[in-house]
């Protein structure tokens, strides 16, 4: 168990960054997740806490040890990698057996024994220990590869997107199964994703990547609600949060109001959150797809749009809005409702839980906290 240190670690391949400038504390028991998109930057960094690759620049203390120069079997982590790397000619019980019976790790025939059942039950592959690897479905595949790098016990245990070859069903199985595990491990992890679901469900805390350059950290709670920039806002949700141009009025009865999506319909905006959005003319407004509800009767607070598609996922549904200024809106709705293509509807968007962004560099400014009376109704 240790704590992991990066600091200004940059990996530059030839003239393509791989990541530059990271730092980041990672506290001892962790539960660490690196979330972006592909080619941000997350295998790079697990790499190099590994001592897979070394860095250009910048430095690495895992456990209050500085470990630049150390090789991979020097730093007591262990890995687990997307595409399972076993032994196909071994059995499962020889696949988790092979770290501890390496020079640097050996052990006892008998503590050898113990450790691999009793990590097999964890991993609840305790009935497979003899079948060989061609023999198991990915998920057991994958459950193998866990329980190998379990054995040896690491101060730091690091997994590159373990769940991405497995089926939706499945990877929804395992995550809740990692997620119970946690507390079992007692290791500090980090663990590289580009699902944004197993970041915030997994991790204590996520640390937001993007094009090598670390974005954000944060708890889930506060990577959602008040993202960093645009950038990060638009990489968590499906739909993805709707971002609209607003401009800054001044209503009659002296609270301010946001004038957006070409319509004389101001939304209200308390003193608090002005007087945070550094005396701005215009902003940039993040509205969450389940933030609109679409309206059934005329009323004086709704805009108006055209149904540019409807998709069906169920018990909820994607709704998308062409605005009276040309604007796409994502809404999402009730999955018990249909509408029709090009169909006129009135939509409203909830006030208390907008996110404001900066015009031109992007950045946040302030997070809505209307209650009802203030929203207003009208």
Do not use: C
């Not at 663990?191 to 950290?217: C, F, K, P, W």
């Amino acid at each position: 168990m240790a704590s992991v240190h990066l600091h200004e670690l940059t990996k530059w391949y030839g003239k393509r960054r791989g990541i530059e400038d990271v730092t980041l504390d990672i506290a001892d028991q962790e539960f660490m997740t690196i979330f972006g998109p592909a080619g941000a930057g997350k295998t790079t960094t697990l790499n190099l806490i590994a001592g897979i690759v070394a860095p250009n620049r910048g430095g690495i203390r895992i456990g209050g040890r500085d470990v630049d120069g150390l090789e991979p079997a020097d730093r007591n982590v262990a890995m687990v990698f997307e595409s399972y790397a076993l032994y196909p000619q071994m059995t499962v019980f020889q696949n988790m057996a092979f770290p501890l019976r390496s020079p640097k790790h050996r052990t006892s025939a008998r503590e050898l024994e113990e450790r691999v059942r009793r990590y097999a039950k964890m991993m609840k592959i305790d009935h497979l220990l003899q079948r060989p690897i061609q023999a198991l479905s990915n998920g057991q595949r994958q459950r193998t590869a866990l329980g190998r790098a379990l054995v040896r016990q690491p101060d730091v245990f690091l997994m590159d997107e373990p769940l991405s070859h497995l089926d939706a069903k499945l990877r929804h199985s395992m995550r809740a199964e990692l997620k119970e595990m946690r507390s079992q491990l007692g290791t500090t992890t980090v663990y590289v994703t580009h699902d944004y679901l197993e970041a915030m469900s997994l991790g204590d805390r996520i640390a937001v990547i993007n094009l090598g350059r670390l974005q954000q950290v944060g708890t889930p709670k506060e990577i959602y609600f008040t993202p960093a920039s645009v950038e990060v806002a638009r990489l968590f949700g499906d739909p993805e949060i709707n971002v609209i141009g607003a401009r800054l009025r001044s209503k009659p009865d002296g609270l301010a109001g946001l004038q957006i999506l070409g319509e004389n319909i101001p939304i209200g905006v308390p003193s608090d959150v002005v007087s945070l959005l550094n005396g701005a003319e215009t902003v940039k407004l993040g509205v969450r797809p389940s933030d609109i509800e679409i309206a059934e009767n005329n009323g004086a607070g709704n805009f108006h749009g055209l149904v540019y598609s409807f998709e069906p996922l169920g018990t909820k549904s994607v709704l998308t809005i062409d605005a009276s200024d040309g604007s796409r809106i994502r809404a999402l709705i009730d999955g018990h409702r249909t509408f029709e293509v090009d169909r006129r509807i009135q939509f409203r968007i909830d006030p208390r839980s907008l996110v404001f962004f900066e015009t031109e560099k992007e950045g946040f400014l302030a997070k809505s906290r209307l209650n009802r009376q203030e929203a207003g109704d009208g």
